[in-house]
């Protein structure tokens, strides 16, 4: 599949007009429903695509359109230590999240343009939701087509990956395009660290991908937007639908998308959702600190340790023996980690001299610095 010669602008026939989300509306309803985020918050976007979902009008066809700062998004069953470099995600200010619906790890920024499509199950057909979106490229003069499992390709280079969540009578179809992303930080962030991780979850696959404004420099959010509506709404023989906008004040108002949205932010969806798994870390510590190697297994479920045992050649084993014992039971964050240490602190000062280590407290800070960048 070759590239086109020449890049199009998008025509502006079929395009929609907008107006602010109302519950209401003294016209007469459209046939589609149309919906633009002019949020860029990952968990009011994903909370508000949940709640559509659980209950939006699947009598209407609705077209949900939405972009995030920069933020990773696992899939239901994924686990995130093995997904992403979550230390990389700190330093970078990047959001985690975790979705409803299955399928692999994606990376979003400004420069994505997420869809989402809700239909009744009768009416779900993902080979017509592509087309939507393979015409809507057309439009720029890109010829895209269908691949794999649910990727949208141009040349060869995936542009679109797209994911489905089915709880009849409900349907849902949701994926992302690639415009501008920062492929820099898209490949540093989705590759863990090499570690001794064995896990049950699902290792995502590793694509080509390409952005689509280095095919057509005349595609951006805004453009493309324009073209998805058009396609959707002109398929749907309504070529006059207008886009509602959302924004998160509509929070307050509904009180089942402000609970969708508090479970979205919440720890124990974000990380309680991963399978269980061993993360084994092994350092050394030189001189002056006492550790000399240390070997780490951590066995952890639903984002908590479950055990831990510690291998190390330090002369200090009763120091080895209760960071093992403080941290069991401990969430397995960086948080996590402080609250072990610090309780190992305690119980070794309590021991007093019995330990031999006059900078506990240097040894044991210098220890949390090395645990919590290698989660």
């Known amino acids: 599949l070759g590239l086109p010669r020449v890049c199009l602008r998008l025509s502006t026939r079929g395009a929609t007009a907008s107006r602010s989300f109302s519950t209401s509306t003294t016209a007469a309803p459209s046939k589609v429903r149309v919906l633009v985020s002019k949020s860029h918050n990952p968990f009011f976007n994903l909370a508000t695509e949940e709640w559509l979902f659980r209950n939006g009008d699947i009598s209407r066809p609705t077209l949900f359109l939405w972009r995030n700062e920069p933020t990773v998004v696992i899939g239901r069953?994924?686990?995130?230590?093995?997904?992403?470099?979550?230390?990389?995600?700190?330093?970078?200010?990047?959001?985690?999240?975790?979705?409803?619906?299955?399928?692999?790890?994606?990376?979003?920024?400004?420069?994505?343009?997420?869809?989402?499509?809700?239909?009744?199950?009768?009416?779900?057909?993902?080979?017509?939701?592509?087309?939507?979106?393979?015409d809507a490229l057309s439009t720029f003069g890109l010829s895209a087509e269908t691949s794999g499992r649910n990727d949208i390709t141009i040349d060869g280079f995936k542009v679109s990956g797209a994911a489905y969540k089915l709880a009849p009578p409900r349907a849902l179809h949701h994926g992302t395009l690639l415009i501008n992303v920062d492929m820099s930080v898209l490949a540093g962030l989705l590759n863990p660290n090499k570690l001794k991780l064995q896990s049950k979850g699902i290792a995502s696959v590793a694509s080509r991908v390409k952005n689509l404004s280095t095919l057509c420099p005349a595609i951006n959010h805004e453009s493309l937007s324009k073209a998805i509506i058009a396609s959707f709404c002109n398929y749907y023989g309504e070529p006059g639908a207008e886009a509602e906008e959302l924004d998160p004040s509509y929070l307050s108002s509904v009180e089942q998308l402000e609970k969708v949205y508090q479970e979205m932010k919440n720890d124990s969806w974000r990380f309680g959702m991963s399978p269980d798994f061993t993360h084994n870390l092994e350092g050394r510590f030189e001189s002056p600190s006492p550790w000399g190697t240390i070997d780490i297994h951590i066995q952890?479920?639903?984002?908590?340790?479950?055990?831990?045992?510690?291998?190390?050649?330090?002369?200090?084993?009763?120091?080895?023996?209760?960071?093992?014992?403080?941290?069991?039971?401990?969430?397995?964050?960086?948080?996590?980690?402080?609250?072990?240490?610090?309780?190992?602190?305690?119980?070794?000062?309590?021991?007093?001299?019995?330990?031999?280590?006059?900078?506990?407290?240097?040894?044991?800070?210098?220890?949390g610095r090395w645990l919590k960048a290698s989660l």
């Not at 239909?119 to 592509?130: F, I, Q, V």
């Not at 069991?328 to 609250?339: C, I, K, M, T, W």
Request: proline share 4%; aromatic share 6%.
């Open 77 to 134: 069953c994924q686990n995130p230590w093995k997904e992403c470099d979550l230390n990389k995600m700190r330093d970078k200010s990047v959001h985690l999240t975790r979705r409803y619906s299955g399928g692999g790890t994606v990376f979003h920024d400004l420069g994505n343009t997420n869809f989402t499509f809700l239909t009744s199950l009768a009416n779900h057909d993902k080979e017509r939701n592509s087309k939507i979106i393979i």
């Open 300 to 367: 952890s479920s639903k984002g908590q340790i479950d055990a831990a045992q510690v291998y190390s050649d330090s002369l200090h084993p009763d120091l080895i023996e209760l960071l093992m014992q403080n941290l069991s039971g401990l969430p397995y964050s960086p948080a996590g980690v402080d609250e072990a240490l610090a309780k190992t602190g305690r119980a070794a000062a309590a021991m007093g001299d019995r330990l031999g280590l006059p900078d506990l407290s240097r040894d044991l800070q210098e220890l």
